[in-house]
């Protein structure tokens, strides 16, 4: 049976570099979450000239969750299907963005992206929702609350866990 590594956000290239490609993962730390429109927002402030944030050395999970009920932190927060954000994830490994989360293959241009940048994509798991829920410790809005369940958060999470679906060297679980 396959271990299970345990790794603290925000993750650093040497702490990733040893991953590959079907490593079982369980992340603790803080992540940014955030999906299709706030990756829209991010990428136009960017082109004009004025990024509405820093994202840096920082791990995305793609996710829109639902209201917290009284307990939680968040509602259910399982993954979003992450190809809708292939067309900005080049761009954002090329100028720092260290990991991603969300379900479902990636393009080869991602692919070639994560493998020149040293990066990883995790795979979590789609209609596991109520489970990482379970995970998440605190939540906070931290831009474009406009956007409702699409806003920018930050989210402290133990033990979430993930497979390593594309790693450093650019291997993918998708792949034949």
């Known amino acids: 049976m396959q271990s299970v590594k345990k790794l603290s956000l925000p993750l650093t290239k040497d702490a990733i570099a040893q991953l590959r490609a079907g490593d079982m993962v369980r992340l603790s730390g803080a992540m940014l979450v955030f999906r299709d429109a706030g990756h829209k927002r991010l990428y136009q402030s960017i082109l004009d000239g004025r990024p509405a944030f820093d994202y840096k050395g920082e791990t995305i999970y793609f996710m829109g969750p ?3 009920r009284v ?5 259910s927060a399982g993954p979003t299907t992450s190809c809708r954000m292939d067309k900005y994830t080049p761009f954002m490994l090329d100028s720092g963005l260290i990991a991603q ?13 994560f493998k020149r940048n040293g990066c990883v994509y995790f795979a979590a798991i789609g209609g596991a929702g109520a489970i990482y829920s379970k995970c998440i410790t605190k939540a906070e809005v931290l831009y474009f609350e406009d956007l409702g369940t ?4 930050r989210i402290t999470v133990k033990d979430f866990p993930a497979v390593v679906a594309v790693d450093p060297q650019g291997n993918s679980i998708y792949k034949e």
């Open 66 to 68: 639902c209201p917290a």
């Open 71 to 75: 307990g939680e932190a968040l509602g």
């Open 150 to 153: 699409e806003a920018v958060r």
């Open 101 to 113: 989360i969300g379900k479902g293959k990636r393009s080869e241009d991602c692919i070639d992206a």
